[in-house]
């Protein structure tokens, strides 16, 4: 069973940086997908960050290209979301996710097998 563990949100102002971490158990096989969402109140789980392991490809959202990077240390099981030039609009609960046996880039919600519990960013103007 994959499980999946974030942390590193909190309150920043605008302009600034955060890095959020997922720790990740379980075993995934050897093509899997990796992803950041984040759901801000009363809107739908937005996708917003991908990595799969089978081309190590990445995909971003047009809202966070350019400012959020996605990066995975396989050596410590985790996964990270660097966050730059954070807007007051980035602020959400961020969750991590991951599917198994899939070679597709995805930023659909529904593709995604195991979630982590969520994160809140708080991005102060």
């Known amino acids: 069973e994959v499980q999946l563990v974030e942390s590193g949100g909190g309150l920043v102002q605008a302009g600034g940086s955060l890095r959020l971490s997922c720790a990740r158990s379980?075993?995934?096989?050897?093509?899997?997908?990796l992803a950041w969402f984040r759901q801000a109140p009363g809107k739908e789980r937005e996708g917003i960050a991908y990595?799969?392991?089978?081309?190590?490809?990445?995909l971003y959202a047009d809202s966070v290209k350019g400012r959020f990077t996605i990066s995975i240390d396989n050596a410590k099981n985790t996964i990270y979301l660097q966050m730059n030039s954070l807007k007051p609009e980035d602020t959400a609960v961020y969750y991590c996710a991951a599917d198994v046996d899939t070679r597709v880039p995805t930023l659909i919600a529904k593709f995604y097998d195991y979630w982590g519990q969520g994160t809140q960013v708080t991005v102060s103007s």
């Open positions: 990595f799969g392991s089978y081309d190590t490809s990445t």
């Open positions: 379980g075993f995934l096989g050897d093509d899997y997908a």
